[in-house]
């Protein structure tokens, strides 16, 4: 059973920064993983994902330069850091695994979830 745990959101104001963390568990493997964002009343939408053999990465044009999606192999650890934030950026962050199967960066690829952890950046 994968099991996927975020953790490191909360408030901050416009130009802060936050990072976020992805516990992974009950997985020898991993494949890909990635982020999520669900703000209120908008679709699930991509943020970034890496590859975890590799570390070869792939950003939403809304982050690229200002968010870092990194991992730790030997903790089974995924993060995202989170500098320049803006109000839109606000909204539950999700991590997300999938099977093996080389996911397009869209939630429909991604097979196992997380809770989420909230960000807010108020203006």
């Known amino acids: 059973q994968v099991r996927l745990v975020e953790s490191g959101g909360g408030l901050v104001q416009a130009g802060g920064s936050l990072r976020l963390s992805c516990a992974a568990s009950?997985?020898?493997?991993?494949?890909?993983m990635a982020w999520f964002l669900q703000a209120p009343g908008e679709d699930r939408k991509f943020v970034a994902q890496?590859?975890?053999?590799?570390?070869?990465?792939v950003y939403a044009d809304s982050v690229k330069g200002r968010f870092t999606i990194s991992r730790d192999n030997t903790k089974n650890m995924m993060y995202l850091q989170m500098n320049s934030l803006k109000p839109e950026d606000t909204g539950v962050y999700l991590c997300?695994?999938?099977?093996?199967?080389?996911?397009?960066?869209?939630?429909?690829?991604?097979?196992?979830w997380g809770q989420g952890t909230q960000v807010t950046v108020s203006a």
């Open positions: 997300a695994t999938d099977r093996g199967n080389w996911p397009r960066p869209t939630p429909s690829d991604y097979d196992y």
């Open positions: 009950g997985r020898s493997t991993i494949y890909t």
């Open positions: 890496i590859v975890w053999s590799s570390g070869s990465t």
